[in-house]
């Protein structure tokens, strides 16, 4: 955790009230606790932008007075602390390199699995607003076009409901397709309006032959989970970056858990495994790692 020497100026009030230091810290706990996200103290200024809108919605006159209302209604006021505090930054094909991975690597053998009639997982997990299953899901159409006869499933997870609601719909502007071949839009996507904060635009929306691939669910990492597996590929790319070093093992180990010898874990960019074999895996590309 990285920590400044110069000391912190008094944030700006908001609504008529600051965040105190000692309301950061039951927060941060709270965050903790109930996300598994590990927030530094540079982050204060994000948490008092991030909680504020919510100190305005339920009427409340400090941050203090937040936390108190959320350990007393936390199955109420849960989810929009959790959408509240998560950070949703995705793309198509972001990190290109795993999708070239899973189709040059992975994919052959899993189709030769789907078409004697076997079962194929997969997983997002920490999908955000869908377009990383998406981009899976493409990945599988451009190996196996008939995936809709077989035994094969994209399971999609988040924290955040508000953004699965975003990617049950599939709807995305323009400008985010600049990566997606232009075939594979024409053949999976359709033209369509997209519904953002500051007006409708022109996009395109997933077809059915992405949708019917993908199932989006619910899931905090942090919390049991009620897959049994197994997942032949597991992403989870840029989502440990928020967890502290006990977190980010024991999701390993869940990864584990629900992987078979030969199944495939990818990571972000800048997430590695101190020491994969300890786990059950060995790395085979960037940032790539197989179940051993």
């Keep these: 955790m990285r920590r400044t020497a110069l000391k912190q100026q008094p944030l700006e009030p908001v609504g008529g009230c600051e965040l105190q230091p000692r309301e950061f810290a039951l927060l941060r706990q709270l965050v903790l606790r109930h996300t598994g996200i590990a927030l530094a103290e540079s982050k204060r200024e994000l948490v008092k932008r991030r909680f504020a ?9 400090s ?3 937040y936390a108190e209302y959320l350990q007393r209604h936390y199955t109420s006021e849960g989810t929009h602390f959790c959408n509240a505090i998560t950070t949703n930054l995705t793309a198509f094909f972001r990190e290109n390199h795993h999708f070239d991975f899973l189709r040059a690597r992975v994919l052959p053998p899993l189709v ?6 076997g079962r194929v997982r997969l997983w997002s997990a920490g999908c955000s607003t869908g377009q ?7 990945t599988v159409l451009e190996a196996l076009p008939d995936a809709h006869r077989y035994d094969v499933r994209i399971l999609a997870t988040d924290l955040d409901e508000a953004c699965l609601a975003s990617a049950r719909a599939g709807a995305y502007p323009l400008a985010e397709f600049a990566k997606v071949p232009p075939g594979s ?3 999976y996507f359709e033209v369509g309006q997209v519904r953002l904060k500051h007006g409708v635009r022109e996009g395109y929306v997933a077809g059915e032959r992405l949708k019917r ?4 669910k619910p899931l905090n990492l942090v919390e049991p989970w009620p897959m049994a597996g197994p997942f032949d590929v597991i992403f ?10 006990s977190t980010q093992q024991k999701l390993l180990q ?11 874990l990818c990571l972000g960019h800048s997430e590695t495994m101190a020491n994969p074999a300890a786990i059950g895996y060995r790395l085979v590309g960037k940032t790539t790692y197989e179940r051993q």
């Design 63 to 65: 941050f203090g007075a």
């Design 112 to 117: 030769h699995k789907a078409r004697a009639r």
């Design 185 to 187: 839009l024409k053949a």
């Design 254 to 264: 869940g990864f584990a858990a629900l992987q078979k010898p030969g199944g495939i």
């Design 236 to 245: 989870c790319r840029n989502v440990f970056i928020y967890f502290d070093k």
């Design 213 to 216: 691939l993908i199932s989006f």
């Design 53 to 61: 809108p919510r100190l305005r919605a339920l009427g409340l006159d």
């Design 132 to 138: 990383e299953a998406y981009c899976m899901a493409l």
